[in-house]
């Protein structure tokens, strides 16, 4: 599982370093100035002992603090009002206002490195939030949804009046609203379980093409009832990985086949090994997709349109993109408007550990 890790570390070294560089060439510059005016004093003015004696450390004095000034300035320019636009803009960050930046005029060197670092620290909690929002959103809408249609059929059923064909079709209709909160809840679960997964544990050596036809058999049910033909040309290949999350891969990708085929289509999955490398393919004559839902297709809760029915929820490609991520692979998609798609997942050769 992902575990956040905080480490304690001290104020940027980098910083520090020329922060206190600078006082150092301060006050060596101060000296070197110091003593150069006490030189010009004694070689220009011809004054006796007393007034000599008074007269270079007022000049000193007055110099220095015209200096001080204009290097104050420039030091306040330089790093401190910089430093503050950074401290406000912090402090915006922490009440919640991710859309504040803070601007580079007149800023270079480690400084503006600072500043490119929290703007784009800033940016990336934006997204982060614009994400959990829109998938809160989404999430709800979903959710509604199928519990709206089943409270509406549930209270017509309550009718005295109804046929016996009504009846059984508001009870098939609260069902299937009911397997579609279901499998919503289960798939919510699944991604949300991948998604804070980072390493992997529970490997094992196992035979990929055996589980592949498992899976077909596991959902004979579905492409018999459509009249499908399933076609398999798989090598044999031994795979050493967690089962069960890349079951979750087959599994998912050859239900959005069988979902996405008219009657009477055919569904072809290929396996081949080759120089390390292990590609699955799932194939369909299915109603295929445009460029533009491509671009979509593994978002969370997006569907395409035209969508066949409404069992589906939009989370089954993004748990079969987080699945093959943790399994070091790429998974890639081609497909066209009426001439059904192929997802290709491509795995690495691993050895057993």
Not at 26 to 39: H, P, Q, S
Not at 169 to 178: E, G, N, P, W
Request: glycine fraction near 8%.
């Amino acid at each position: 599982m992902r575990k956040s890790k905080v480490k304690k570390e001290n104020p940027p070294a980098r910083l520090l370093g020329t922060m206190s560089l600078l006082v150092l060439v301060l006050v060596l510059v101060f000296a070197a100035l110091a003593l150069g005016i006490y030189t010009l004093v004694e070689q220009l003015v011809r004054l006796n002992d007393n007034d000599y004696t008074l007269l270079w450390p007022i000049l000193i004095l007055v110099v220095s603090a015209i200096l001080g000034v204009v290097l104050a300035i420039v030091i306040f320019r330089l790093y401190l009002e910089p430093l503050s636009r950074l401290m406000q803009a912090t402090r915006a960050v922490a009440a919640g206002d991710y859309s504040v930046r803070v601007e580079l005029r007149g800023t270079g060197g480690e400084m503006a490195d600072y500043i490119r670092s929290f703007n784009k620290m800033a940016e990336e909690l934006g997204s982060v939030e614009l994400l959990r929002s829109d998938f809160v959103n989404t999430f709800s809408h979903e959710f509604k949804t199928p519990l709206i249609s089943i409270r509406g059929f549930a209270k017509l059923l309550q009718s005295k009046d109804l046929t016996e064909e009504q009846r059984q079709t508001y009870t098939d209709t609260i069902v299937r609203q009911s397997e579609r909160l279901a499998s919503m809840s289960t798939h919510i679960l699944e991604l949300t379980q991948f998604e804070n997964t980072e390493i992997v544990s529970g490997k094992t050596t196992y035979s990929l093409d055996e589980q592949l036809r498992r899976c077909i058999r596991q959902q004979e049910r579905g492409w018999l009832q459509k009249g499908l033909t399933v076609e398999g040309d798989l090598d044999p290949v031994d795979y050493y990985g967690n089962e069960e999350l890349v079951e979750h891969i087959w599994s998912n990708l050859i239900s959005n086949a069988i979902r996405f085929t008219p009657t009477g289509g055919q569904i072809t999955v290929v396996l081949r090994k080759e120089q390390g490398r292990i590609t699955v393919s799932v194939s369909d004559t299915g109603i295929g997709m445009d460029q533009e839902t491509q671009r979509h297709i593994f978002d969370k809760f997006y569907r395409g349109s035209p969508y066949p029915d409404s069992r589906g929820n939009g989370l089954g490609l993004s748990i079969v993109r987080r699945a093959v991520e943790l399994c070091g692979g790429q998974v890639q998609v081609f497909s066209r408007p009426g001439k059904g798609s192929t997802f290709t997942v491509t795995l690495h050769g691993q050895e057993e550990q």
